[in-house]
Structure formats: C-alpha cells, structure tokens
C-alpha cells in the first residue's frame, strides 16, 4: 500500500523557515517524481513544487521561487520542502503527493498545517 | 485567482447527471492531454479520479468520466450518488516553468 506521511509543519513566524518531510513506502520511490501541493483554509489547490526521481530537476510555483527549495534522499524514501522568508499568505496545509506520470497525482499524503503568524 | 476557471459550484438530485467544466487557455488546457480531475471531501486529501483528459484510475467509478474540447475540459459525473458530495479541482501540464495549475475548484452538491 502506497503511504505518504508528512511532518514538520507548525507554527512560525513571518519571516522564518521551516522544513517539511515526507516519509514515502509502499512503492519504488526511485521511480516516482515528487511534488508538494498547498491548500489554504478555506481555498482550493496550490502546485508549490516538484522534484524529478533523481533530484536533478526541480520546479517551483512562482510564489516560492526562491523562498522554497525541494529535494529529496532517495536513501530514505524521503521528500523535503525548506521553506524561507515565510509570509502570512504561505499558511497552508502542505500536501505530498506522487507524481503518477502524465503531470497528474496519483496518492496523496494526509498534509501537513504550516501556519505563519506572529 | 487560479490559472483554471471553474464554477464554484454545481449540483443535482440523486441518479442525475451533473457535468463540471474547467477552462483554460491553449497553454495548458487546450496544448496538451494532461489534464486531471480530483475529488476533496472535507478534512481529507484529494483523489485522484480523471488523469489523462478521461481516464480512470483503478477503483474509480465508471460513473465518472472527462473530456476535453479546445481550452476546456469537463468532469461528467452520472448516477449522482450521496457519496460524491464533494470539493472537485481540475488540473492541467501548462509547460515546463508553470508545470500544473489547477482550477478554483467546484463544490457538488447533491440534492
């Protein structure tokens, strides 16, 4: 069974940083890009960030760019997402997901809440 | 506001058909076949439900099927069932710098 297990989220304040994991098994993470999707209370989906299955490349929403960088440790089945200069409006539930080819997801984590607040 | 446009919201009576849209431009939508549809009950994650303009994953209904014509594809959710009262997002590739937007989102309602 594919599991997807965020952590790191909490509370920080503007300005600050914070790094997300995501704890992969059930699959050949080595297989699968990844990608990290936000959702802010009450709003819909946001594409934040992906890393293809070698950690060569990466992508980012322009929102993040250059706040946020994401990597991955194909040794431990494990995606990250550092996050810096955290803003009021980066308060969100971050997602992990797999990417299931064709740019879609196809398993999802249970999110992790980032909120940014003084 | 988000790249996708869809209506925020939608609805229908139990057993009837409901048809949710998402439109884009001919950068993402309208250039490629990689559009996805995802279902969000509350407090939980989205679903994977439509990938691929209108394939299904494994255990997905056949209840749900997509499409897609010009810069706007849709979601066809027939046999309305309680159980598929729900957020929907579409998603679409939009090139190699955006990658994937996604839609506002649509809120079904069944009756």
Redesign the interface.
Same mark, same amino acid.
């Given at each position: 069974e594919v599991q997807l297990v965020e952590s790191g989220g909490g509370l920080v304040q503007p300005g600050g940083s914070l790094r997300l994991s995501c704890t992969a098994s059930g699959f050949i993470f080595t297989d699968h890009a990844m +990608?990290w999707?936000r959702q802010a209370p009450g709003k819909?989906?946001? %594409?934040v960030s992906?890393i293809n299955s070698n950690g060569g490349r990466t %992508?980012y929403?322009?929102s993040v760019k250059g706040r946020f960088t994401i990597s991955r440790d194909n040794s431990k089945n494990t995606l990250y997402l550092q996050m810096g200069s955290l803003r009021a409006e980066d308060m969100a539930v971050y %997602?992990c997901a797999r990417d299931?080819g064709?740019?879609?997801?196809? +398993?999802?984590?249970?999110?992790t809440l980032v909120t940014v607040s003084s | 506001q &988000?790249a996708l446009t869809q209506p925020p919201s939608a609805s229908g009576s139990p057993g009837q058909s409901v048809t949710i849209s998402c439109t884009g431009t001919s950068s993402d939508v309208g250039g @490629?076949e !990689?559009v &996805?549809w @995802?279902q969000?009950h509350p407090g939980k994650?989205?679903?994977?439900m439509i @990938?691929?303009v209108s394939k299904r994953?494994s255990g997905v209904p056949d209840r749900f099927s997509g499409s897609k014509s010009g810069n706007t594809a849709s979601l066809t959710v027939s046999g309305l069932q309680a159980e598929d009262e729900a957020d929907y @997002?579409c998603? &679409? !590739?939009a090139g &190699?710098n955006?990658?994937?937007?996604? =839609? =506002? =989102?649509t809120k079904l309602t069944v009756l």
């Open positions: +990608h999707v819909g989906l946001e %594409y992906g %992508y929403a322009t %997602y299931g064709s740019y879609c997801f196809d +398993h999802w984590g249970q999110g | &988000s @490629y !990689y &996805s @995802y969000q994650a989205p679903k994977l @990938y691929e994953p @997002y998603s &679409s !590739y &190699s955006n990658l994937v937007v996604f =839609g =506002g =989102g």
